[in-house]
């Protein structure tokens, strides 16, 4: 398959990338700083989403099959970029009739308001007691800006009319990729309070080859 991956050098970016190389994918990574993939069997073009070209866009996208995200805000300054730079992709995507998605989200959006789903529901059907009354409500109010660029990247992806997919991790780790996380469809899941980004990717990526996937939010977790 041929793949245009977004974001190729940051955490979950560099598993997807690693992962669909080893897989023997026709790989794009695509970034806006090609020098930190110095080594990588993947063809590299650079762009900066927050002021695409969109020539680069239609190079980065040419003849491929789908697209992977890891696009997220890190810090406190980066929030926005999330739904900036998936703008900048369907827009591309659109213009290039490039159809499949699959992006990263995180685990608490299915209850954070957003212009598009300004009343979510208040809490999610597979977060347990103390997660719903503690957890995520101390986590909500020190991302609230991060968690607010994720939810309106989502809803971006709701209204694009393309075969999207979002997968919603809760807290990354850095640990080995083991694929024998579990998932469920449309929630998160109870006791599920770690992930590694290496699963991640390699759920992403599997979720190509499953069209019950389409239109469909994944919770994730070991």
């Not at 009354?133 to 109010?141: D, E, G, H, I, S």
């Amino acid at each position: 398959m041929k793949l245009a991956i977004f974001a190729a050098t940051g955490g979950i970016g560099r598993q997807l990338l690693d992962q669909a190389v080893a897989a023997g994918h026709d790989v794009t990574a695509v970034v806006r700083n090609p020098r930190k993939l110095p080594f990588t069997r993947a063809r590299v073009v650079a762009v900066d989403l927050e002021a695409a070209d969109p020539r680069a866009l239609r190079t980065a996208l040419e003849g491929a099959d789908a697209v992977l995200s890891g696009l997220g805000p890190r810090a406190r300054s980066e929030a926005g970029v999330a739904e900036r730079g998936t703008r900048a992709v369907v827009s591309a995507m659109q213009a290039n009739e490039v159809r499949r998605l699959v992006v990263v989200s995180a685990a608490p959006i299915g209850t954070v308001p957003s212009p598009g789903r300004p009343r979510p529901p208040r809490h999610d059907p597979g977060d347990g007691f103390l997660v719903r009354t503690l957890a995520y409500p101390l986590v909500k109010a020190i991302l609230r800006e991060h968690y607010a660029d994720l939810a309106r990247m989502e809803d971006l992806l709701r209204d694009s009319g393309l075969d999207w997919t979002v997968v919603r991790p809760p807290r990354l780790t850095d640990r080995p990729l083991t694929g024998a996380y579990r998932t469920a469809y449309g929630r998160n899941l109870r006791r599920g309070l770690f992930v590694s980004r290496a699963d991640v990717a390699h759920c992403m990526l599997h979720a190509l080859d499953r069209p019950e996937t389409i239109k469909q939010t994944i919770g994730i977790a070991d």
